[in-house]
C-alpha cells in the first residue's frame, strides 16, 4: 500500500449515494418521530387482548371489561386475519394504536388456523378509551414524552456528526442513532402505513450495520487487518438479515398470517449477530489501542452499551406478563434516562480530539443521583404520612410547599455533602491529589524564591494528577515568552491575554494553558499536557490548577515587591553612604579654604 493510501481513506468525502441515502435515512426517522409525538396527543385506547406473535397469533391475556372479553375471547385463542381487510390487519395486529370506536373485524378459534374447524366465528371489535386510573397515568407519565424528545435528540445528533466530519465511520454512526430513536406507536393513512412500516425495518437493521461499520473504523476512520474485512462485508451481510424482518411485515400485513420460524429467529437473532459483531470489534480495538486512545474507546463503548439497555428494555416488555419486573416503572425509567444519554457519550468521543475521564462523569452522576434520590425520598416520605396519617389534601400540599422551599435553600449545601462524599468514598485518589495541589496553592504566596514557585507549577501537577508534560513559559525583556529556548505561540499568548483566564486546548501535546499574572501584567503561562493515558483534563482539576495560578502570580508580587524592597534598601544604603562621604569632602573641602 502507498503511504498515502491511508490517509486518502480517512479523509475520503462521501458519495452521493451514500448522501441521498443519509438523507432518506434523516427523513424516515424523522417521519416516524413526528407521527409517535403526535401519537402521545391521541386518546389512549385498547381491544382488550395480548398477543403471542410467534405462535400463530396465540392470544396470551384478555383484559376484563374491554371489547375482546364481551366478544368471548379468552387466553389461549387463536386470532385469524387472512380474511380480514388491509385496515383490520394493521390495528387488530397493533402495528397502530386504534382510534376511540374504530372497528376490527376478525376470526376467532380455540386452534391454531391450521387445524381450525367450522368452530371458528367471526367477532367485530370496536376500539374503547382506556378510563379510570389506567388513563391518568398514560397522560401524566413522563416516559413516553421523555423517549421522544431522546428520540429527536439521537437524529439531531447525527446529523452534527455527519456534517461536522463526513466520511464512512460517521455514516455508519449515523444510522445506528437514527434507528436507535425506539419509535413504537404511530399512525399514517392505512395506504401510506405499509410504507412507513417497511422503512421503519430498514432503519431496524441499518442499525445494526451501521455499529458495525462505525466499530470497524473508529476512532479515525480507519479500518486495518481482519477490521477492513468487516467493514467490506457489513452492508451485504446485513442486507441478507433484512429479509425476514421485511418478510415477516409482509407476511403479516398482507396475508394475515403469523410469521414463519425463520423470520422471528432471522429478524432477533440477525439484528444481535451484528451488534455483538460491532460490540467485540470496539472491545477488541480498545484493548489494542495505545494509552492515549482508549479514553475515547471508552466513551465509545458506554454510548453503545447505553443504548443496548434500550434495546433490551424493549424486547422485556414480551416478557411482561411473565415477569412483571421487565415492566415496572424503575426499569424503564433507568432505561430511558440511560437511553438519553447514549448519543451524547458517542458524539462526545467520535467529535473531541481528547476527553474527560469516564470515572470523573461517573462521579458527577452519582452526585446527581443521590441528591435527586433524596428529594424525591422526603417528598413520598410526606405523601406517604399523609396518606396513611393525617389524609388531608391540605395539610399533604402545605408539606409538600415548605418542604420545597426549604430544599430550595438547603439544595447547594446537600450537593456539596454528596460530592464530598462521594469523593471520599469512591474517588479517594482523585481527591487525594486535588487536596494536595491546594495545600501547594495555598503555600506559594510564601515562596521564598522564583525556583520553589516554577518547580511548584511544572513538577507538583505532573506528580499529583499524572499528567504527561509541562512546560512553563517565562516574559523575557523583548514582551515575548520563552522556556529553554523556545518561544510560545503568539495565538495562545494572544488567547490568554484577551481571556484573562484559562485556555483549553485541542491541538498538539498541550492541552490546557494556565496564564500567570502579577496585577494586571501577564508574566508567565504554564502548558500542561493530557494525562498519560490520554484522558484530557477535567473541570476539577482545571480549577486547581488554576488556583495554583492565581497563587502563583501572588509569589511573583510578592517576590517582586521584595526584590524592589532589596533594592530600595540597597539603594538607600548606597545614598546614605555616599551622604556621609559627601558630608566628609565638604569639611575637608572647608578646612582647605579656611587655611
Known sequence: ???????????????????????????????????????????????????????????????????????????????????????????????????????????????????????????????????????????????????????????????????????????????????????????????????????????????????????????????????????????????????????WDVRSIYAGAAPAAWMVYGSVFGALALIAVASATLFAAYFAAPPAQRQRFQWALGGVLLTLLSYISAWARYLAETYPLTSSDALVWIAAVLYACAPFAIAYAVVRQRVFDISFVVSRGLVFTIVSAFVFGILALIEWFVGRVLEQNGVALALVALTAIGVAFSLDALYRRAEDFVERTLFRRRRQAEQRIARIAAGLPYAESGRTVEAALVAEPIQAFALDSATLFKRETSGNFFSNGTMLDRQVLLQVQGRHGSLRLHEGSSALAVPIFVRARLEAVVLYGAHANGEDIDPDEKSSLEAMGVAAGIAYDHLETARVERDAGRWRKVAERQARELAALRERVARFRER
Open 1 to 247: 500500500m502507498r503511504p498515502g493510501a491511508v490517509s486518502d481513506e480517512r479523509n475520503h468525502p462521501l458519495h452521493s449515494w451514500e448522501r441521498f441515502v443519509a438523507l432518506l435515512g434523516a427523513a424516515i426517522a424523522l417521519a416516524l418521530n413526528v407521527a409517535a409525538a403526535i401519537q402521545l396527543f391521541a386518546p389512549q385506547t385498547t381491544l382488550g387482548y395480548r398477543l403471542i406473535y410467534t405462535r400463530g397469533f396465540e392470544v396470551a391475556a384478555v383484559d376484563p371489561e374491554t371489547p375482546a372479553a364481551r366478544a368471548g375471547i379468552a387466553a389461549g385463542n387463536y386470532l385469524d386475519f387472512t380474511k380480514s381487510q388491509l385496515h383490520d390487519r394493521i390495528v387488530g395486529l397493533l402495528y397502530q394504536p386504534a382510534t376511540p370506536g374504530e372497528s376490527v373485524r376478525v376470526s376467532v378459534s380455540a386452534a391454531p388456523r391450521a387445524q381450525m374447524s367450522a368452530t371458528a366465528r367471526g367477532v367485530t371489535l370496536h376500539a374503547e378509551q382506556v378510563g379510570g386510573p389506567a388513563t391518568l397515568h398514560a397522560i401524566s407519565s413522563p416516559i413516553a414524552p421523555f423517549i421522544r424528545l431522546a428520540g429527536f435528540a439521537y437524529i439531531a445528533i447525527a446529523l452534527i456528526i455527519l456534517l461536522r466530519r463526513p466520511n464512512r465511520m460517521t455514516f455508519g454512526l449515523f444510522f445506528y442513532l437514527i434507528a436507535a430513536t425506539d419509535v413504537s406507536l404511530y399512525r399514517f393513512p392505512d395506504s401510506l402505513f405499509p410504507l412507513a412500516q417497511f422503512g421503519s425495518d430498514l432503519l431496524d437493521i441499518a442499525g445494526p450495520i451501521g455499529l458495525v461499520v462505525f466499530a470497524a473504523r473508529f476512532p479515525d476512520n480507519n479500518a486495518t487487518g481482519w477490521r477492513r474485512s468487516l467493514d467490506r462485508l457489513a452492508i451485504p451481510v446485513g442486507a441478507l438479515l433484512a429479509i425476514p424482518n421485511l418478510a
